[in-house]
């Protein structure tokens, strides 16, 4: 009797643990990949800012905070550097990655101020000092980039010469953005990947250290649920189907995080006549900037002059 009962207590407990774990999968474990303000989340997954720097207060730049809503009322958080020249050669809306914010670009933006031109660093939904909840890797955050642009208009009488420069997700953000918003005039995409179920695998793979692709394909449909958009829908190499804009695909060779095999296939689909791939040796997913040095600082600029000097720029007022 004593063994058929603590067999009935050892299976209601095991029943129980398989209920709470099913539990568990089908509406927190999810959050773990799209939610950001998170605490449980933050402190598992951790920051994986490409750099870290101090506030845009506490900086010499001559700009202003720029802070607007989304098409569906998030509000979000944007840093205007203006150019340091009398006549602005363009204007280069800055993405980072997922888990940093618009502070990491306060040295690129006083560098791009120097040479005449304005920079948007914007914080992504969930991001920064944005609002949100959820990170829908490109999916919405397209359309955030396209009403900034509107705002830019509406406010500062920016129209013309606009470019992208964006990092991981910041470069999914931009691939969709260029492929959705013809306003955008070129893009620099620094080491992002293709398609959002595939990198969330590889994710699974690098982090936990194995996969398990029909779980991994259920938590993000799940994801997507709870986050409110269509994973299917987060693929910039779709996007990049209907980029025609002069762009620049940038990843480094020793990327463990997202393979380079992602940017190359991105690039493949890109119908650009102006198009170039720049492969950085050795470099891997945060260490782009510090590898390619000052060398690949030139060729950056070099191509954001092409595309804007010669153009009809926009003469800022700074306040």
Known sequence: MKKKKKWKIFKLIFAVLIITGLLFLHFYAPRFITEIKNPLVESIKGNYSITTSPSFENNQLNGKYINFKTFDNVELSSYLTYSSLDTTKGTIILLHGIRSSKECFIGLSAKLSKLGFNSVALDARAHGNSSGTHCTFGVKEKKDVSEL??????????????????????????????????????????????????????????????????????????????AKFDPEDAKPEKYCKNIEQPILIVHGNKDKRINIMYAKDNFAKIQSKEKEFIEIENANHLNVWKVGGDEYFNRIIKFITKNTVGNTGNRCTTP
Request: no cysteine; glycine share 12%.
């Open 149 to 226: 642009i509107n705002v830019l208009a509406k406010q500062e009488n920016i129209t013309k010469n606009i470019g992208i420069w964006g990092q991981s997700l910041g470069g999914a953000i931009g691939l969709q953005a260029i492929g959705t918003d013809k306003r955008i005039k070129f893009g620099i995409i620094e080491s992002t990947f293709s398609d959002f179920k595939t990198i969330t695998n590889d994710y699974f793979s690098y982090h936990v250290g194995f996969n398990i692709r029909p779980l991994t394909n259920y938590l993000v449909y799940r994801a997507g649920k709870i």
